[in-house]
């Protein structure tokens, strides 16, 4: 698997194995100072035990001599037979053909050594065309590059087996004085399916031990990383050039002839040394291969310096894979195989049983007509296919990468029981949706990443995670950058737990939603959620204990539907926009104890934010509802555990009914607190029903610019828990007020309230705007309506599309979602500067006496002990039945830097943001300080704020 380097000047202390040939013995040099003490340079140039080089002609290696020279061998990777390979060989003498030792674990057999560089041919069995043959005479050999179609001898076999090296000459090198490109990890790394232990500080430095597919991955991270598909490393991928006469890498730089891999230079024992670090992201297996021959394409180091080329290594083959040209279909494998599918083939790959060590690869501009499949650790794979599946199972280690599967229907790709592996790059795309099949299956993956894949029409979901059975979906795996278009449905979730996903994309679904989480899903993060024109709910979600953020529902269809509804317990959701929802809700909240920060809705034909009956322990922070039916609704029943919504704007919301307002509120149980609360050009204002005490508690409210009473208070409650600043404002008649004991004045004022009437709201909010640079699709502010517009993308937060209207702003007809033939209009839901309603309703900094409590009753049952808060809501304190919590006035945590519980409530030791106004907007411009914070009972609170209030 690949590890992006840059080439920078490193100095590593090896920590290879003994027999590694960059303990010291093998090393490149030119004289006995590039050699590490104690190891002199050799005729060969390499540095060894024995004679000096001085120009005799004698040869002296550590591992070899110059006829018959014995080799020794390594431990090969487990269950397997390794391909010949050099690892253990000198890089002097050139061997004729002497005895070679075998060290075997797990059934293994390893052959390194003479077999592998002296006269046996090689050529025949791996399919290489070319090889380099090596004559040792009085020390100096010549390297010589011979043609034999596939079945060419080899004496140093192709480069990637034996570190051989002549004195000067070097057919097919650019002044490469004979050097040659090797494995970094000779003994466990060399093949291209090899895999060694990520041991060491790095990828570059791990000891060339075999990786164990059972038990490396998850359980045993390593590489200086947590990410179980590092646990070992690709070995294949790594290959090493020792630049002749170089001890420093400064001022060098290295690629390779075919473009195919990422480099770097590392300072070993004194030598400059290049090593490739994986393959470029835009390079593929198969730009390793000669598929009409069926065999390696040669390559060579070219190292450079100043702009000039220094060096050029000869070109020669990197590894022993045996290549096998498949044209037609085959259910064999063999460990090690290359199964190289040239344009033309015919049939499927259906290996049967597992299979280790193997690749496949498709050329380019081919799609083979026919299924995959395979099993195995190991594994490297990319084929192209047309109309077929690609089913990988059972296998740790395994690269999928590169893969496309495309054409009219059937294509799909099946990823079950792997650990520890890297699926990357692939395309799935139908022409045509076929029948109730999912284009991606994850099932039971253990610490895998997936990322980059991008899947059309399928006839089901286009990525479904482990609704089969109860294992995992996936487990401590990562996906990023996951993309479905216009499949039945985008997205859905069951039995995954601990996994990270980002950036995950669903456009236009036909029959589902963009995103469904069943309840099973746990402990997971989502960074990046888009969900855009679904056919049913936009994202729907059961999951617990989740982290959500940067959500956006952009487009719900169905009347039934909602832009976004979550229900699980225990979750984070920050930076949420729901935009043009059709159906019940745009957001419809519950669970139990959830916070929810930044979330804005633009456009619903029903509610905004509507609030479960059964909710318990709900956070909510800085949420703006413009252009809904109904603005913020909550029904709580006697279930009900109460929640905390706090700078709160209801703006353009275009109620029809008596019952309509900015925020409904239907209470069967108090113990909840609205604080900060801005309502503009709303029918009603708040509309409160209450049937039962306490009642729920509204401080500093703003309601401006309503169509009748912007207070009203109905239901068989006489009474309603206002708090701080009230003011009010309508655009005509002259009553404020209705019921809760209060007269059309609002008269009698409730103790510790400021009231004040007859505000306007024609200069709270900024309202349309003519331009905006940073969205794209707008002309001078507005546009006419298209799924095409860019929904997202504005100078600020607080905007987003309305409809255009006739009326001066704000009026009835600038109400509403805009959607069908409306022409839109760029709204800016901004505090005006010149606002002195909502803006500044507060200067005062908060001190830790300054506090607010939330009351909240567990579920179902009262409070009975400290250990019923403890486990109901946590960092509560008991108080006669019910869970007390205190935190800081207007001030919201700061969420997800690490400090805190991330529940939107200011509370002692946490970082919060000072909130001045009525309303989302609180200002605008770099966090900055708000000041010393003078401890009380909340402590320890460093408050930030906004240099800049009001636009």
Partial sequence: MSMRLGFKSVVVISTLSAGAALSGCGMKCANDNDCPPGFTCSDQLTCGTGTSNTGSSSSSSSSSSSTGGSSSSSTATSGTTRPS??????????????PSSSQASGGDTSTIGASSVGATSLGASSGLASSRVASGSGGASSSVATTSGTGGSSGATSGAVSSHSGASSGSGSSGGGGLEVRPLYPVNGAAWTDYVKADGAGPTSAGDLACDAAADGPSSPGGGSTAPYFACIHGGEFRRYSIPGRTACTGLTAADTLGAFDWTCLELAGNAVAVSTGLKTTKRLSDLVDFTNGRWRTNSVIVSEGGGTLITSAAETWWTNPVRRVASGTTTGTAHDVIALPAGGTGSVNIIGAVHHLSITTEPGFRLPGLVSVTGNF??????????????????????????????????????SLRASIIEDVVISNTVPSGAVHQVNFQRLDGVRVRRITTTKAGAWGFLWGWTDSTPGALNSTFEDLQDTGSAGGFSFGYTTDSTFTNLVSRGTTTYDGFNLGSSVSGCTFDRMATYDAAANGIITYADTTTYRQVRSLGSRSAVSYGVRASGPDSRWDDVLVVNSAGNAAAYLGGERNAVNNLRVFGATNTGVGIYSQVTQLRLANVLVAGAKLGFSSAVDSNGGGFVAQNVTLANTEGTASTDGSLLYSSGRGHKLVSNLLGVNGRYGLYANLNATPYPRFRNVVMVGTDLEPLMVTGSGSGIMLEAIVRLGRDSGSAYCSGGGLDGNCLPTPAGVTLSTGHAD????????????????????GATFATTLDFENFDSVERGWGRTGAGTWPSADQRGRCAGTNTCQIYDFSLAMGDTAARAITTAIPTGDDILVSNDKPQAANAASQGDCDLASPGSTYAGGLCETRFLKNAVEIM?????????????????LFSPNAGFYQGHGALESAGAFVDGQITGVTLQRYPSNGR
């Fill in 379 to 416: 594994l490297w794979l990319e084929p192209h296919m047309a109309n077929a599946p690609l089913t990988v199972s059972t296998g740790s280690f395994v690269v999928v990468r590169g893969v496309d599967i495309s054409g009219t229907n059937l294509n799909r790709m099946a990823l079950y």
């Fill in 896 to 912: 997800f830097d690490g400090i805190g519980d991330d529940d939107t409530l200011c509370e002692s030791g946490e970082t919060c």
């Fill in 762 to 781: 024609t200069t709270v909010l900024v309202g349309p705007v003519t331009s905006d640079a940073a969205n794209p699709t707008d002309t001078n502010g």
């Fill in 85 to 98: 390979s050099g690892g253990g060989s000198s890089d002097g003498g050139s061997s004729a053909g002497g």
